[in-house]
Nanobody, 124 residues
């Protein structure tokens, strides 16, 4: 079992930056693939990025590639999402997710544990 808690969301102007954090409780955090998803009002939850358990592999949605960076610190059981050059269309609730298997996947159903989400609002 892994419990996930996101933080760092807020209101930012377009072009600005935010850094989201996800704190995990559980002894096996270092074995999980970690991902970030987001859900805008009236839309389905969508994949943003993911990182392998050893940080060697990362994968990004085209919409955030070059602007967002995922990282993790297994010693501190945390995963971060650095978001730069934010756009109004990045406005959403951002969710941290954990996957028990090693491969990076982009489908919501491939992730086993979820945080409660943190709101990111980008004003234009």
């Amino acid at each position: 079992q892994v419990q996930l808690v996101e933080s760092g969301g807020g209101l930012v102007q377009a072009g600005g930056s935010l850094r989201l954090s996800c704190a995990a409780a559980g002894r096996t955090f270092s074995s999980y693939t970690m991902g970030w998803f987001r859900q805008a009002p009236g839309k389905e939850r969508e994949f943003v990025t993911a990182i392998s358990s050893n940080s060697i592999s990362t994968y990004y949605a085209n919409s955030v590639k070059g602007r967002f960076t995922i990282s993790r610190d297994n010693a501190k059981n945390t995963v971060h999402l650095q978001m730069n050059s934010l756009k109004a269309e990045d406005t959403a609730v951002y969710y941290c997710a954990a996957r028990r298997f090693v491969s990076i996947e982009t489908w919501v159903g491939d992730y086993d544990y979820w945080g409660q989400g943190t709101q990111v609002t980008v004003s234009s």
